[in-house]
């Protein structure tokens, strides 16, 4: 197995037990009607970008669960025989939000999305990590999920937090020097398909800069 060494350049995590109060949409995405369109993942991921700096450039997206919130407008309104939202058809992809990203950056660059259930955010980052390898570049990694929807409560049993993200720039380090092992400590109370990238950004909080990544 291959391991690397990577620099965080640049990390954030955001989490709420039900609606995640303020991701300055209003100045992050001043066009209205973009703005109303954007789904709640999309939302977190445009925040999360805005806090680590990132503008463009390659990025590696995740989530287990993906656009729930249009996948069950969809499915009410097959249920109760009510024409589709076309907004929700097009919000229930997984890659909605990187591509609003794209959108409104005007970035060009490759997206690879993940949804690898609870390794979403491991694969993730090995992903991003051999991209970074591969490319010479920066990488954004970022990992979201959006669980708020009727009757969530019946079925939840994985997370304290409804809506949370997380996200770091990442490059590869000239030599391993300093470098260290990721931590296996677990995020209390977080989804697991968000916990190695949670992970990453506790350690840059901490002062870490270098991580091994097993490819």
Do not use: W
Not at 36 to 55: H, Q, V
Not at 62 to 77: N, P, R, V, Y
Not at 116 to 126: E, M, V
Request: with cysteine; charged share 25%; hydrophobic share 40%.
């Amino acid at each position: 197995m291959k391991k690397v060494a990577i620099n965080i350049l640049s990390a954030h995590k955001i989490y709420a037990q039900e609606k995640i109060a303020d991701l300055e949409e209003k100045r992050i995405v001043p066009n209205m009607m973009i703005r109303r369109r954007l789904t709640r993942n999309a939302k977190i991921m445009l925040y999360l970008a805005d806090k680590c700096g990132f503008s463009g450039g390659k990025i590696v997206y995740a989530s287990a669960f993906g656009e729930l919130q249009a996948t069950t407008g969809i499915t009410d309104a097959i249920l109760q025989n009510e024409q589709i939202s076309p907004t929700l058809f097009q919000n229930s992809v997984y890659n909605s939000a990187p591509s609003y990203f794209s959108l409104l950056n005007e970035d060009r660059d490759e997206i690879i999305t993940i949804s690898s259930g609870k390794r979403s955010s491991l694969d993730a980052i090995k992903t991003a990590a051999l991209q970074a390898l591969v490319s010479g570049e920066k990488i954004l990694c970022v990992a979201t999920e959006c669980l708020d929807i009727n009757r969530i409560e019946e079925v939840n049993s994985c997370t304290k937090y409804l809506e949370s993200g997380a996200a770091v720039v990442l490059e590869i380090a000239q030599d391993d020097t300093d470098a260290v092992e990721m931590d296996d400590l677990k995020e209390d109370e977080i989804i697991e398909s968000l916990q190695e990238l949670f992970t990453l950004v506790r350690m840059s909080e901490c002062g870490v800069k270098k991580v091994f990544v097993s490819l």
